[in-house]
């Protein structure tokens, strides 16, 4: 149980273009999803944290009109990088929780290429 | 806000032998310590985790332990083998009303057959 999925896993988008990255949650209900942002061989720094039917709260730093987050439903939540630039190129992560569990169950993770 | 210090960053071993990774974080409030392991390109995995009523914790080779009154936990690894190879992250969380992790910087274990 407790399975995350993320789509797509990889892609490679032209500066300038917007990229949407879904994240589910396939077997339980996510009442909070995290996203995250990984460089190589860095740690994952959280970007934002979204309840269901709640706008986003942004980490420090974080550009909410760059990366815009939604989370609709109980089990699906959309991150899109807005006009996306080469320093944008990252692995982005997503992790998922249900009402009266602390752990946090991660996604499998996309990775972002910006040319 | 909550800062996570992890050490070492690089750790070899060699098949069999143990493993500790360290961290120690600031804010006295965190009471949720999970530790992660991640395979290149990979998710992170919950290996073990926690919580600040609980001293040590124990799965089969895998354990932590946790001093509050320090704000230290550590992560034992023992008779390693080589698929233990990975990066391992430490977390903290302050739980209810929050539930955000804070990750250390992580440990590469290699496991040296």
């Known amino acids: 149980g407790a399975v995350v999925s993320q789509h797509p896993s990889r892609v490679i988008c032209k500066s300038g273009t917007s990229v949407k990255i879904e994240c589910r949650s396939l077997d339980f209900q996510a009442t909070t999803m995290f996203w995250y942002r990984q460089f190589p061989k860095q740690s994952l720094m959280l970007m934002a944290t979204?309840?269901?039917?709640?706008?986003?709260?942004?980490e420090q730093g974080v550009e909410k009109d760059k990366f815009l987050i939604n989370h609709a439903s109980l089990t699906l939540s959309t991150l899109t990088v807005t006009s996306a630039h080469p320093e944008d190129s990252s692995f982005y992560i997503c992790?998922?929780?249900?009402?009266?569990?602390?752990?946090?169950?991660f996604g499998p993770g996309t990775r972002l290429l910006v040319l | 806000g909550e800062n996570v210090e992890q050490h070492p960053s690089t750790l070899s071993v060699q098949e069999g032998d143990s493993a500790v990774i360290k961290c120690t974080y600031s804010?006295?409030?965190?009471?949720?310590f999970p530790w992660y392991k991640q395979e290149l390109g990979k998710r992170p995995q919950l290996i073990i985790d926690i919580r600040s009523n609980v001293g040590e914790k124990k799965d089969q080779r895998i354990a932590v332990t946790l001093n509050k009154t320090a704000k230290h936990f550590s992560l034992h690894i023992t008779e390693t083998q080589p698929e233990d190879s990975a990066v391992y992250f430490c977390a903290a969380s302050k739980g209810a009303g929050s539930y955000q992790l804070t990750f250390g910087k992580g440990t590469k274990l290699s496991v040296i057959p």
């Open positions: 992790s998922a929780r249900w009402s009266g569990e602390e752990t946090q169950y």
């Open positions: 804010d006295s409030a965190s009471n949720y």
């Open positions: 979204s309840n269901e039917g709640s706008k986003a709260t942004y």
